[in-house]
Protein backbone atom coordinates (compact mmCIF):
# COMPACT_ATOMS: atom_id res chain seq x y z
CA UNK A 1 0.00 0.00 0.00
CA UNK A 2 3.03 2.36 0.74
CA UNK A 3 4.81 1.72 -2.38
CA UNK A 4 1.58 2.36 -4.36
CA UNK A 5 0.49 5.48 -2.53
CA UNK A 6 4.45 7.20 -3.03
CA UNK A 7 3.49 6.40 -7.10
CA UNK A 8 -0.05 8.37 -6.75
CA UNK A 9 2.09 11.09 -5.26
CA UNK A 10 4.40 11.03 -7.25
CA UNK A 11 1.88 11.69 -10.38
CA UNK A 12 0.85 14.61 -8.67
CA UNK A 13 2.78 17.74 -9.56
CA UNK A 14 5.01 18.86 -6.99
CA UNK A 15 3.75 22.42 -6.36
CA UNK A 16 -0.32 21.20 -5.65
CA UNK A 17 0.96 19.06 -2.32
CA UNK A 18 1.48 22.16 -0.94
CA UNK A 19 -1.84 23.34 0.67
CA UNK A 20 -1.38 27.40 0.28
CA UNK A 21 -0.56 26.98 -3.46
CA UNK A 22 -3.41 24.81 -3.92
CA UNK A 23 -5.45 27.45 -2.79
CA UNK A 24 -3.81 30.14 -4.24
CA UNK A 25 -3.85 28.74 -7.91
CA UNK A 26 -7.83 27.69 -7.11
CA UNK A 27 -8.08 31.43 -6.27
CA UNK A 28 -6.66 32.81 -8.95
CA UNK A 29 -8.22 30.39 -11.69
CA UNK A 30 -11.48 31.11 -10.96
CA UNK A 31 -10.48 35.42 -10.67
CA UNK A 32 -8.65 34.68 -14.28
CA UNK A 33 -11.46 33.26 -15.32
CA UNK A 34 -14.01 36.27 -14.67
CA UNK A 35 -11.54 38.40 -16.43
CA UNK A 36 -11.84 36.78 -19.49
CA UNK A 37 -15.11 36.65 -19.52
CA UNK A 38 -14.98 40.63 -19.33
CA UNK A 39 -12.20 40.91 -21.56
CA UNK A 40 -14.28 39.05 -24.44
CA UNK A 41 -17.63 40.71 -23.63
CA UNK A 42 -15.38 43.95 -23.93
CA UNK A 43 -14.12 43.56 -27.13
CA UNK A 44 -17.47 42.23 -28.97
CA UNK A 45 -19.57 45.03 -27.19
CA UNK A 46 -17.04 47.41 -28.63
CA UNK A 47 -17.44 46.19 -32.20
CA UNK A 48 -21.06 46.07 -32.10
CA UNK A 49 -20.66 49.44 -30.94
CA UNK A 50 -18.23 50.91 -33.70
CA UNK A 51 -17.89 48.23 -36.34
CA UNK A 52 -14.03 49.10 -36.31
CA UNK A 53 -11.19 47.18 -35.92
CA UNK A 54 -9.38 50.40 -35.36
CA UNK A 55 -11.38 50.96 -31.78
CA UNK A 56 -10.57 47.45 -30.58
CA UNK A 57 -7.16 48.17 -30.90
CA UNK A 58 -7.83 51.47 -29.13
CA UNK A 59 -8.76 49.07 -26.57
CA UNK A 60 -5.27 47.26 -26.42
CA UNK A 61 -4.26 50.79 -26.13
CA UNK A 62 -6.00 52.02 -23.14
CA UNK A 63 -4.71 48.64 -21.18
CA UNK A 64 -1.12 48.96 -22.29
CA UNK A 65 -0.12 53.09 -20.97
CA UNK A 66 -1.10 51.96 -17.26
CA UNK A 67 0.70 48.69 -17.80
CA UNK A 68 3.68 50.47 -18.73
CA UNK A 69 3.40 53.75 -16.96
CA UNK A 70 2.89 51.87 -13.55
CA UNK A 71 4.43 48.42 -13.98
CA UNK A 72 7.24 49.65 -12.00
CA UNK A 73 5.17 51.23 -9.20
CA UNK A 74 3.82 47.47 -8.68
CA UNK A 75 7.18 45.91 -8.11
CA UNK A 76 8.70 48.54 -5.99
CA UNK A 77 5.18 47.87 -3.84
CA UNK A 78 4.95 44.04 -4.23
CA UNK A 79 9.13 44.44 -2.34
CA UNK A 80 7.86 47.16 -0.32
CA UNK A 81 4.40 45.93 1.23
CA UNK A 82 2.78 42.10 2.65
CA UNK A 83 1.94 41.19 -1.13
CA UNK A 84 -0.68 38.81 -0.20
CA UNK A 85 -2.80 41.87 1.50
CA UNK A 86 -1.32 44.19 -1.84
CA UNK A 87 -3.09 41.59 -4.08
CA UNK A 88 -6.67 41.69 -2.05
CA UNK A 89 -6.77 45.79 -2.21
CA UNK A 90 -6.46 45.14 -6.23
CA UNK A 91 -9.23 42.41 -6.19
CA UNK A 92 -11.31 44.36 -4.59
CA UNK A 93 -10.76 47.33 -7.67
CA UNK A 94 -11.21 44.53 -10.06
CA UNK A 95 -14.42 43.60 -8.69
CA UNK A 96 -15.98 46.99 -9.06
CA UNK A 97 -15.35 47.84 -12.34
CA UNK A 98 -17.38 44.88 -13.88
CA UNK A 99 -19.96 45.66 -11.38
CA UNK A 100 -20.21 48.92 -13.28
CA UNK A 101 -19.62 47.70 -16.60
CA UNK A 102 -22.94 45.82 -15.33
CA UNK A 103 -24.90 48.86 -14.53
CA UNK A 104 -24.69 51.08 -17.71
CA UNK A 105 -24.42 48.31 -19.84
CA UNK A 106 -28.08 47.38 -18.32
CA UNK A 107 -29.10 51.19 -18.24
CA UNK A 108 -28.49 51.01 -21.96
CA UNK A 109 -25.83 54.08 -21.50
CA UNK A 110 -22.78 52.03 -22.61
CA UNK A 111 -20.49 54.10 -24.99
CA UNK A 112 -16.82 53.46 -26.35
CA UNK A 113 -15.18 55.99 -24.14
CA UNK A 114 -17.16 53.84 -21.25
CA UNK A 115 -15.44 50.78 -22.41
CA UNK A 116 -12.21 52.78 -22.74
CA UNK A 117 -12.06 53.80 -19.01
CA UNK A 118 -12.99 50.13 -17.83
CA UNK A 119 -9.91 48.72 -19.71
CA UNK A 120 -7.75 51.06 -18.31
CA UNK A 121 -8.76 50.88 -14.67
CA UNK A 122 -8.41 47.09 -14.80
CA UNK A 123 -4.89 46.96 -16.33
CA UNK A 124 -4.18 49.91 -13.61
CA UNK A 125 -5.18 47.00 -10.78
CA UNK A 126 -3.56 44.45 -12.39
CA UNK A 127 -0.46 45.70 -13.77
CA UNK A 128 -0.07 46.71 -9.35
CA UNK A 129 -1.16 43.65 -8.72
CA UNK A 130 1.14 41.02 -11.20
CA UNK A 131 4.39 41.29 -9.70
CA UNK A 132 3.23 40.50 -6.10
CA UNK A 133 1.83 37.67 -7.44
CA UNK A 134 4.82 36.79 -9.52
CA UNK A 135 6.92 37.17 -6.53
CA UNK A 136 4.40 34.76 -4.19
CA UNK A 137 4.73 31.91 -6.37
CA UNK A 138 8.84 31.29 -5.40
CA UNK A 139 7.33 31.57 -1.52
CA UNK A 140 4.94 28.68 -1.73
CA UNK A 141 6.74 26.00 -3.00
CA UNK A 142 10.44 24.52 -2.45
CA UNK A 143 13.23 25.43 -4.83
CA UNK A 144 12.45 21.69 -6.41
CA UNK A 145 9.46 22.35 -6.99
CA UNK A 146 9.53 25.99 -8.46
CA UNK A 147 9.55 24.88 -12.44
CA UNK A 148 5.79 22.73 -11.70
CA UNK A 149 5.09 25.62 -10.09
CA UNK A 150 4.83 28.30 -12.29
CA UNK A 151 4.18 26.39 -15.22
CA UNK A 152 0.98 25.57 -13.05
CA UNK A 153 0.65 29.34 -12.43
CA UNK A 154 0.79 29.70 -16.33
CA UNK A 155 -1.42 26.64 -16.44
CA UNK A 156 -4.27 28.60 -14.64
CA UNK A 157 -4.44 31.73 -17.47
CA UNK A 158 -4.79 28.32 -20.29
CA UNK A 159 -7.61 27.19 -18.17
CA UNK A 160 -8.84 30.73 -17.67
CA UNK A 161 -8.84 31.23 -21.39
CA UNK A 162 -10.15 28.32 -22.48
CA UNK A 163 -13.05 28.23 -20.21
CA UNK A 164 -13.86 32.22 -20.14
CA UNK A 165 -14.44 33.27 -23.77
CA UNK A 166 -15.88 29.77 -24.38
CA UNK A 167 -18.77 30.74 -21.11
CA UNK A 168 -18.65 34.49 -22.83
CA UNK A 169 -19.59 33.30 -25.98
CA UNK A 170 -22.54 31.71 -23.90
CA UNK A 171 -23.39 34.57 -22.07
CA UNK A 172 -23.62 36.90 -25.32
CA UNK A 173 -25.54 34.46 -27.62
CA UNK A 174 -28.40 33.65 -25.09
CA UNK A 175 -28.26 36.99 -22.99
CA UNK A 176 -25.78 39.57 -23.50
CA UNK A 177 -22.65 41.44 -21.83
CA UNK A 178 -23.88 42.57 -18.72
CA UNK A 179 -24.21 38.65 -17.62
CA UNK A 180 -20.85 38.67 -18.40
CA UNK A 181 -19.66 41.21 -16.30
CA UNK A 182 -21.91 40.30 -13.15
CA UNK A 183 -20.14 36.82 -13.81
CA UNK A 184 -16.72 38.56 -13.62
CA UNK A 185 -17.81 40.45 -10.10
CA UNK A 186 -18.81 37.46 -8.43
CA UNK A 187 -15.68 35.12 -9.20
CA UNK A 188 -13.26 37.98 -8.03
CA UNK A 189 -14.39 36.88 -4.50
CA UNK A 190 -12.82 33.53 -5.05
CA UNK A 191 -9.16 34.89 -5.23
CA UNK A 192 -10.02 37.19 -2.27
CA UNK A 193 -11.33 34.34 -0.35
CA UNK A 194 -8.32 32.00 -0.83
CA UNK A 195 -5.84 34.49 -0.64
CA UNK A 196 -7.31 35.23 2.88
CA UNK A 197 -6.70 31.31 3.81
CA UNK A 198 -3.69 31.83 3.30
CA UNK A 199 -0.63 30.88 6.03
CA UNK A 200 2.39 32.32 4.62
CA UNK A 201 5.50 33.28 6.26
CA UNK A 202 6.11 37.22 6.48
CA UNK A 203 8.64 38.65 3.81
CA UNK A 204 12.00 38.84 4.26
CA UNK A 205 12.54 42.70 4.36
CA UNK A 206 16.11 42.59 3.65
CA UNK A 207 17.76 44.71 1.12
CA UNK A 208 14.12 46.55 0.61
CA UNK A 209 14.05 50.65 0.31
CA UNK A 210 10.57 50.59 0.19
CA UNK A 211 8.55 52.74 -2.21
CA UNK A 212 11.83 54.98 -2.96
CA UNK A 213 14.50 55.84 -6.30
CA UNK A 214 16.71 54.86 -4.35
CA UNK A 215 14.93 51.07 -4.46
CA UNK A 216 14.21 51.62 -8.37
CA UNK A 217 17.62 52.07 -9.16
CA UNK A 218 18.56 48.91 -6.84
CA UNK A 219 16.28 46.93 -9.00
CA UNK A 220 17.74 48.81 -12.20
CA UNK A 221 21.50 47.69 -11.14
CA UNK A 222 20.66 44.56 -10.44
CA UNK A 223 19.14 44.02 -14.04
CA UNK A 224 21.95 45.68 -15.84
CA UNK A 225 24.23 42.60 -14.43
CA UNK A 226 21.63 40.08 -16.06
CA UNK A 227 22.07 40.10 -19.63
CA UNK A 228 19.87 36.92 -20.25
CA UNK A 229 17.19 37.98 -18.11
CA UNK A 230 17.10 41.25 -19.83
CA UNK A 231 17.05 39.47 -23.73
CA UNK A 232 14.20 37.65 -22.68
CA UNK A 233 11.77 40.65 -22.03
CA UNK A 234 13.38 42.17 -25.15
CA UNK A 235 12.44 38.98 -27.10
CA UNK A 236 8.82 38.53 -25.16
CA UNK A 237 7.98 41.85 -25.82
CA UNK A 238 9.21 41.95 -29.61
CA UNK A 239 7.05 38.73 -30.05
CA UNK A 240 3.67 39.64 -28.75
CA UNK A 241 4.09 43.12 -30.21
CA UNK A 242 4.52 41.95 -33.89
CA UNK A 243 2.33 38.06 -33.53
CA UNK A 244 -0.70 39.15 -31.29
CA UNK A 245 -3.76 38.58 -33.23
CA UNK A 246 -6.46 38.79 -30.31
CA UNK A 247 -7.77 42.27 -31.37
CA UNK A 248 -8.94 40.76 -35.04
CA UNK A 249 -10.52 37.34 -33.98
CA UNK A 250 -13.63 39.41 -33.69
CA UNK A 251 -13.47 40.25 -37.15
CA UNK A 252 -12.16 36.92 -38.27
CA UNK A 253 -15.17 35.48 -36.23
CA UNK A 254 -17.98 37.53 -37.72
CA UNK A 255 -16.53 38.81 -40.84
CA UNK A 256 -14.05 36.01 -42.37
CA UNK A 257 -14.60 33.11 -40.64
CA UNK A 258 -18.40 33.42 -40.23
CA UNK A 259 -18.64 31.72 -36.80
CA UNK A 260 -20.81 34.65 -35.00
CA UNK A 261 -20.08 35.22 -30.85
CA UNK A 262 -20.42 31.38 -30.03
CA UNK A 263 -17.12 30.98 -32.27
CA UNK A 264 -15.61 33.73 -31.26
CA UNK A 265 -15.37 32.28 -27.83
CA UNK A 266 -13.77 28.97 -29.70
CA UNK A 267 -11.22 31.07 -31.28
CA UNK A 268 -10.09 32.49 -28.09
CA UNK A 269 -10.45 29.17 -26.56
CA UNK A 270 -8.63 27.60 -29.30
CA UNK A 271 -5.13 29.40 -28.20
CA UNK A 272 -6.06 28.67 -24.45
CA UNK A 273 -6.18 25.09 -25.43
CA UNK A 274 -2.95 24.92 -26.74
CA UNK A 275 -1.26 26.82 -23.86
CA UNK A 276 -3.03 24.88 -21.53
CA UNK A 277 -1.76 21.45 -22.71
CA UNK A 278 1.75 22.88 -22.90
CA UNK A 279 2.12 24.03 -19.61
CA UNK A 280 0.80 21.14 -17.95
CA UNK A 281 3.08 18.70 -19.99
CA UNK A 282 5.92 21.53 -18.75
CA UNK A 283 4.49 20.95 -15.03
CA UNK A 284 4.88 17.08 -15.18
CA UNK A 285 7.67 17.05 -17.17
CA UNK A 286 11.28 18.21 -16.38
CA UNK A 287 13.05 21.10 -17.09
CA UNK A 288 14.87 20.97 -20.02
CA UNK A 289 18.69 21.51 -19.98
CA UNK A 290 18.96 23.78 -23.04
CA UNK A 291 16.39 26.06 -22.04
CA UNK A 292 17.72 29.00 -23.99
CA UNK A 293 17.23 26.99 -27.07
CA UNK A 294 14.07 25.77 -26.27
CA UNK A 295 12.99 29.57 -25.51
CA UNK A 296 14.00 30.35 -28.74
CA UNK A 297 12.18 27.42 -30.98
CA UNK A 298 9.03 28.27 -28.68
CA UNK A 299 8.82 31.80 -29.87
CA UNK A 300 9.72 30.70 -33.50
CA UNK A 301 6.46 27.92 -33.07
CA UNK A 302 4.75 31.16 -32.21
CA UNK A 303 4.98 33.04 -35.43
CA UNK A 304 4.69 30.44 -37.55
CA UNK A 305 1.74 29.65 -36.45
CA UNK A 306 0.40 32.59 -36.40
CA UNK A 307 1.28 33.35 -40.38
CA UNK A 308 -0.45 30.45 -41.17
CA UNK A 309 -3.73 31.44 -38.83
CA UNK A 310 -3.81 34.75 -41.04
CA UNK A 311 -4.52 32.76 -44.34
CA UNK A 312 -6.83 30.34 -42.62
CA UNK A 313 -9.91 30.43 -44.07
CA UNK A 314 -11.31 27.40 -42.58
CA UNK A 315 -12.63 27.52 -39.04
CA UNK A 316 -10.54 24.23 -37.75
CA UNK A 317 -7.75 24.84 -39.53
CA UNK A 318 -7.87 28.79 -37.83
CA UNK A 319 -8.00 27.00 -34.55
CA UNK A 320 -5.50 24.37 -34.94
CA UNK A 321 -2.75 27.26 -35.20
CA UNK A 322 -4.06 29.51 -32.64
CA UNK A 323 -3.56 26.31 -30.29
CA UNK A 324 -0.26 26.06 -32.19
CA UNK A 325 0.56 29.57 -31.12
CA UNK A 326 -0.54 29.37 -27.55
CA UNK A 327 1.49 25.95 -26.87
CA UNK A 328 4.60 28.04 -28.45
CA UNK A 329 3.82 30.94 -26.33
CA UNK A 330 3.40 29.12 -23.39
CA UNK A 331 6.70 27.12 -23.61
CA UNK A 332 8.39 29.73 -24.27
CA UNK A 333 7.14 32.01 -21.20
CA UNK A 334 7.03 28.88 -18.39
CA UNK A 335 10.86 28.74 -19.37
CA UNK A 336 11.60 32.63 -19.51
CA UNK A 337 9.62 32.88 -15.77
CA UNK A 338 11.94 30.27 -14.29
CA UNK A 339 15.00 31.39 -15.50
CA UNK A 340 13.97 35.00 -14.17
CA UNK A 341 12.91 33.56 -10.48
CA UNK A 342 15.86 31.17 -10.23
CA UNK A 343 18.02 34.41 -11.25
CA UNK A 344 16.71 36.83 -9.24
CA UNK A 345 17.02 37.31 -5.51
CA UNK A 346 13.72 37.38 -3.13
CA UNK A 347 14.60 40.76 -2.32
CA UNK A 348 14.53 41.74 -6.40
CA UNK A 349 11.85 39.78 -7.12
CA UNK A 350 9.00 42.18 -6.82
CA UNK A 351 11.15 44.59 -9.36
CA UNK A 352 12.51 42.21 -11.66
CA UNK A 353 8.72 40.97 -12.23
CA UNK A 354 7.54 44.34 -12.83
CA UNK A 355 10.17 45.06 -14.92
CA UNK A 356 9.29 42.05 -17.10
CA UNK A 357 5.62 42.76 -16.72
CA UNK A 358 6.07 45.86 -18.88
CA UNK A 359 7.07 43.48 -21.69
CA UNK A 360 5.14 40.73 -21.21
CA UNK A 361 1.83 43.08 -20.43
CA UNK A 362 2.81 45.73 -22.57
CA UNK A 363 3.55 43.72 -25.72
CA UNK A 364 0.16 42.47 -26.12
CA UNK A 365 -1.68 44.96 -25.20
CA UNK A 366 0.11 47.52 -27.43
CA UNK A 367 0.21 44.60 -30.45
CA UNK A 368 -3.58 44.88 -30.08
CA UNK A 369 -3.23 48.24 -31.58
CA UNK A 370 -0.95 47.63 -33.30
CA UNK A 371 -2.71 45.07 -35.36
CA UNK A 372 -6.02 46.93 -35.17
CA UNK A 373 -3.95 49.69 -36.79
CA UNK A 374 -2.29 47.64 -39.57
CA UNK A 375 -5.84 45.54 -39.95
CA UNK A 376 -7.67 48.92 -40.48
CA UNK A 377 -4.79 50.88 -43.12
CA UNK A 378 -4.54 47.29 -44.69
CA UNK A 379 -6.38 44.19 -43.75
CA UNK A 380 -6.99 41.80 -41.18
CA UNK A 381 -5.05 38.76 -42.88
CA UNK A 382 -2.15 41.57 -43.75
CA UNK A 383 -2.22 42.61 -40.52
CA UNK A 384 -1.67 38.65 -38.82
CA UNK A 385 0.57 37.32 -41.50
CA UNK A 386 3.29 40.52 -41.75
CA UNK A 387 3.08 39.99 -37.52
CA UNK A 388 3.95 36.64 -37.41
CA UNK A 389 6.87 37.44 -39.85
CA UNK A 390 7.70 39.93 -37.00
CA UNK A 391 7.78 37.87 -34.44
CA UNK A 392 10.22 35.37 -36.43
CA UNK A 393 12.34 38.00 -36.72
CA UNK A 394 12.96 39.16 -33.42
CA UNK A 395 13.76 35.22 -32.67
CA UNK A 396 16.28 35.93 -35.07
CA UNK A 397 17.61 38.72 -33.77
CA UNK A 398 17.62 37.43 -30.04
CA UNK A 399 19.01 34.06 -31.21
CA UNK A 400 22.26 35.85 -32.11
CA UNK A 401 23.15 36.67 -28.44
CA UNK A 402 25.40 33.44 -27.51
CA UNK A 403 24.59 34.00 -23.75
CA UNK A 404 20.49 33.09 -24.48
CA UNK A 405 21.25 30.47 -26.99
CA UNK A 406 23.74 28.76 -24.95
CA UNK A 407 21.78 29.15 -21.41
CA UNK A 408 21.05 25.92 -19.35
CA UNK A 409 18.70 26.49 -16.57
CA UNK A 410 19.50 23.22 -14.97
CA UNK A 411 23.37 24.09 -14.31
CA UNK A 412 22.52 27.26 -12.93
CA UNK A 413 19.79 25.84 -10.80
CA UNK A 414 22.37 23.26 -9.44
CA UNK A 415 24.81 25.93 -8.38
CA UNK A 416 22.24 28.18 -6.47
CA UNK A 417 20.92 25.09 -4.98
CA UNK A 418 23.76 23.06 -3.93
Given at each position: ?72 LGGLM ?198 LLAAT ?66 HFRGR ?67
Amino acid sequence: MAEHAGEAVGLVPAALRSRDFRLFWGGVVLSGLGSQVTTVAMVWQMYALTNSAWQIGLLGLARAVPQIALALLGGLMADAMERRRLMMGTQIAQLLVPVALAGVTLAHAVAPSALYVASALLALAGTLETPARQALVPTLVPRAALTSAIALHSAQRGLSDILGPALAGLLLTVTGPAWCYTLNAGVCLTLLIALGRMRIAPQVPNGRGGVSLQALRDGMVFLATQPVIVAFMVLDFGATFFGSSRALLPVYARDLLHVGPAGLGMLYAASAVGALLAATAMGLAPTPRRSGHWVLVAVAVYGVCTMVFAVSTAFWLARLMLAGAGAGNMVGGVLRNTINQVLTPDHFRGRVAAVNSIFTMGGPQLGQFESGVVAALWSPAASALTGGLGALLVVWGVAMVPKVRHFRLTDDVMQRTG
